[in-house]
């Protein structure tokens, strides 16, 4: 049974790039099909799909925040890693990692203030 798990810092100064990292267990970041995404949830508001890899290390981004995101994988570790730059209080948000749409991580809250 695949499971998901974020990382990262709970707290990113404005300006600053937020880094998160999802770990697999129970599958691989290789298996066939699968997109491995990451997906936002602002306190207040609705779900926000941001971009994925997928099993073959091709990348999608959502267009509003294509200029500054980056998603990537590293293979041996079984991980994907999100990196969001510039960001802003508005990025406050619980970030969560997913296979495709079905399997989710817990989610980590990130803040973004000085």
């Known amino acids: 049974q695949v499971q998901l798990q974020e990382s990262g810092p709970g707290l990113v100064k404005p300006s600053q790039t937020l880094s998160l990292t999802c770990t697999v267990s129970g599958g691989s970041v290789t298996s066939y099909y699968y997109y491995w995404t990451w997906i936002r949830q602002p306190p207040g508001k609705g779900l926000e799909w941001m971009g994925a890899?997928?099993?073959?290390?091709?990348?999608y981004y959502s267009p509003s925040l294509k200029s500054r995101t980056s998603i990537s994988r590293d293979t041996s570790k079984n991980q994907f890693t999100l990196q969001l730059s510039s960001v802003t209080p508005e990025d406050t948000a619980v970030y969560y990692c997913?296979?495709?749409?079905?399997?989710w991580g817990q989610g980590t809250l990130v803040t973004v203030s000085s």
């Open positions: 997913a296979r495709d749409l079905e399997v």
């Open positions: 890899i997928t099993y073959s290390g091709s990348t």
